[in-house]
């Protein structure tokens, strides 16, 4: 089994300040990193799929980079808004194997 | 619009009892899986469908059966044999198991025992 981990667990951060997240991954027969924000009372919603080492995505004020050699991908968040509060998930599909899920990262972003 | 429906929202399991929740896609998926979440825990896998009148365990199968005779259609029986029913339920479709595409997820049901 696929062990996903993302730091850090939560994080509060004022309205207007950048942040950013990582997940790790086992980079042995990778396919593709997956980022979904959640947020409550909400179904996950996808973000970014990335696959090729180096791709950076970006979607408005949201971007994500990955690293596929060292295994790990960072998402950032410029100019934090109230309603970018969520939790942010990340999963990887490797070959044989299915997605497997990190525990997420719950942002607060305070007025 | 295309998606996946869950349903209930909500649903109460007496001692003994198995209950049965509802995913409906009309996404023409191959793929369809059930994940559990424990408050402060990620998802875990407990079943996946990667096509008709096939599935297999995930990670967490103890407890749950599934069917899938209908591409469309992924139900999840939640049995007495499970200890620890209460959670979150979430069910899901991609393309296909490995994939560059995004799963797509239902709203949920929430499950809690009597």
Same mark, same amino acid.
């Given at each position: 089994?696929l062990?996903?981990?993302?730091s850090p667990?939560?994080l ?5 300040d950048?942040?950013?997240f ?11 990193l997956?980022w979904?924000r959640w ?5 996950p ?10 791709d950076?995505k970006?979607?408005g004020?949201?971007s ?7 295994g790990?991908?960072?998402l ?7 309603e970018?509060?969520?939790?942010y ?5 490797n070959?044989g ?11 607060s972003v305070?007025? | 619009d295309?998606?996946i ?8 399991r007496?001692?003994g009892?198995?209950v049965t ?8 998926h ?7 979440q ?13 096509i @008709?009148n096939?599935? *297999? !365990?995930?990670?967490i #199968?103890?407890?749950?059966?599934? /069917?899938?005779?209908k591409?469309? &259609?992924?139900?999840?029986? @939640?049995?007495?044999? *499970? !200890?620890?029913?209460? #959670?979150?339920?979430?069910?899901? /479709?991609?393309?296909?198991?490995? &994939?560059?595409?995004?799963?797509h997820?239902?709203d ?7």
């Amino acid at each position: 089994i696929l062990n996903v981990e993302q730091s850090p667990q939560s994080l509060h951060v004022q309205e207007g300040d950048s942040t950013n997240f990582t997940c790790s991954f086992p980079s042995s027969n990778f396919y593709a990193l997956h980022w979904y924000r959640w947020e409550t009372a909400k179904s996950p919603e996808a973000l970014f799929v990335m696959t090729l080492n180096g791709d950076e995505k970006k979607k408005g004020r949201i971007s994500a980079t990955l690293n596929t050699k060292e295994g790990y991908s960072y998402l950032y968040i410029k100019g934090s808004q109230p309603e970018d509060s969520a939790t942010y998930l990340c999963a990887s599909n490797n070959y044989g194997q299915n997605f497997v899920f990190g525990p997420g990262t719950r942002l607060s972003v305070l007025p | 619009d295309g998606g996946i429906t869950q349903s209930p929202k909500y649903l109460f399991r007496k001692e003994g009892q198995n209950v049965t929740l509802s995913c409906e896609q009309n996404l023409n998926h191959d793929a369809m899986y059930w994940y559990r979440q424990d408050p402060g825990q990620g998802l875990r896998l407990i079943y996946y469908s990667q096509i @008709v009148n096939d599935f *297999q !365990k995930g990670d967490i #199968a103890e407890g749950y059966s599934v /069917s899938r005779e209908k591409k469309e &259609s992924f139900p999840l029986t @939640v049995t007495s044999a *499970q !200890k620890n029913p209460t #959670a979150f339920y979430l069910c899901a /479709s991609s393309i296909q198991t490995v &994939s560059n595409q995004p799963q797509h997820f239902g709203d949920g049901t929430r499950l809690s025992i009597l």
